[in-house]
Nanobody
Framework: QVQLVESGGGLVQAGGSLRLSCAAS????????VGWFRQAPGKEHEFVAA????????YYADSLRGRFTISRDNGKNTVYLQMNSLKPEDTAVYYC?????????????????WGQGTQVTVSS
């Protein structure tokens, strides 16, 4: 059993940056891939980024590549999402999730444990 807690969300102006954190408050995900997803009002869950257990593999939504960077510190049992050049369309609740597997996936079905989410609001 793994419990995940996201933090770092907030209100930022367009062009600004935020760094989200995902920590395991119970259990560990050192050996698991971790992903970030987001859900904007009235829209479906959307894949953002994922990272393998070793950080060797990273995956990004094509539309976000270059602005967002995922990383992890297994010693701290934490995964990060650095978001730069934020746009109003990035406004959403951001969720982190831990997968059963090691390598990472863009599919929500591969993730078993989800955090409660953190709100990111980008003003124009």
């Amino acid at each position: 059993q793994v419990q995940l807690v996201e933090s770092g969300g907030g209100l930022v102006q367009a062009g600004g940056s935020l760094r989200l954190s995902c920590a395991a408050s119970l259990g560990t995900f050192r050996n698991n891939a971790v992903g970030w997803f987001r859900q904007a009002p009235g829209k479906e869950h959307e894949f953002v980024a994922a990272i393998s257990w070793s950080s060797y593999n990273t995956y990004y939504a094509d539309s976000l590549r270059g602005r967002f960077t995922i990383s992890r510190d297994n010693g701290k049992n934490t995964v990060y999402l650095q978001m730069n050049s934020l746009k109003p369309e990035d406004t959403a609740v951001y969720y982190c999730a831990a997968a059963k597997g090691h390598l990472g996936s863009r599919s929500q079905a591969e993730y078993d444990y989800w955090g409660q989410g953190t709100q990111v609001t980008v003003s124009s």
